[in-house]
């Protein structure tokens, strides 16, 4: 791996943590003569089988045209920029693959120019991995609010698991630190995920040569203690939420 590549990874490894929708984030520990070693960007989460497995964890960059008070890579914040190429973060993944660090590739991104920009780029990632590759490993992907449905349908039949994140419980505490974004967003791609993974399934049942979409489902994610929402609140979204997107 080259200077460059290295930094890249450092950087976008390092703002991907802080998206818990995998159930630990990276680790830098250090092996002092004993056994194993974690690397930037590894983490773990679980299949729709129950196994837990390893991932690579990044964004695809940490550009980003809004400024969300609660997130480390909104454009305000004087931090390093960095962007992978499709080709690097492909490569990237079949390297750790093939050397045994992962079984599986956890994909976000801030949002550079517009969002079927950005979508249509980890499309490009997903497809390129599963059919040039022949990938065969888990891969979950974070949505881009305000993507088109064409882009996140096709998308759904090469990702195991697609996620894309409330931010806050209620709409009143998103517009106090995202005023240019809204829950309506997000449920608009929630509800077209949701529908089409019970489509799919059904026609399944008919037609056995049928692909799948999305086959570990979906999930979203709200940040906690930024805003007054009291706990009551929260609990009604999340079951909400639960009940009306699964």
């Known amino acids: 791996m080259n200077d460059r590549l290295r930094e890249?990874?450092?950087?976008?490894?390092?703002?991907?943590?802080?998206?818990?929708?995998?159930?630990?984030?990276?680790?830098?520990?250090?092996?002092?003569?004993?056994?194993?070693?974690?690397?930037?960007?590894?983490?773990?989460?679980?299949?729709?089988?129950?196994r837990c497995?390893?991932?690579?964890?990044?964004?695809?960059?940490?550009?980003?045209?809004?400024?969300c008070a609660f997130c480390v890579s909104r454009k305000s914040n004087d931090v390093k920029r960095a962007a992978f190429t499709v080709d690097e973060v492909v490569q990237l993944t079949m390297n750790f693959y093939r050397r045994n660090y992962i079984e599986g590739l956890f994909l976000s991104s801030g949002i550079f120019k517009n969002a079927d920009y950005t979508m249509e780029r980890l499309l490009r990632i997903v497809k390129k991995l599963r059919l040039d590759e022949r990938y065969n490993g888990y891969i979950h992907l974070k949505t881009i609010p305000k993507a088109s449905e064409e882009l996140i349908q096709e998308a759904g039949l090469y990702v195991d698991r697609m996620s894309i994140n409330l931010e806050m419980p209620t709409e009143a505490g998103l517009k106090m630190v995202a005023p240019d974004k809204s829950h309506e967003d997000v449920k608009?791609?929630?509800?077209?995920?949701?529908?089409?993974?019970?489509?799919?399934?059904a026609d399944k049942k008919l037609i056995k040569a049928t692909p799948t979409f999305v086959p570990a489902g979906q999930s979203t994610q709200m940040v906690v203690g930024a805003t007054p929402e009291t706990d009551q609140q929260i609990m009604q979204t999340a079951d909400f939420f639960i009940r009306s997107f699964h």
Do not use: M, W
């Not at 497995?53 to 400024?67: G, R």
């Not at 608009?188 to 399934?201: A, E, T």
């Open 8 to 50: 890249k990874l450092t950087i976008l490894a390092d703002a991907a943590k802080y998206d818990v929708s995998c159930s630990s984030s990276g680790s830098k520990r250090k092996n002092t003569n004993g056994i194993g070693n974690a690397s930037n960007g590894i983490c773990h989460t679980y299949t729709e089988d129950g």
């Open 53 to 67: 497995v390893s991932l690579l964890k990044i964004l695809l960059t940490n550009h980003c045209i809004y400024d």
């Open 188 to 201: 608009k791609p929630l509800l077209f995920v949701n529908n089409q993974i019970g489509q799919y399934q």
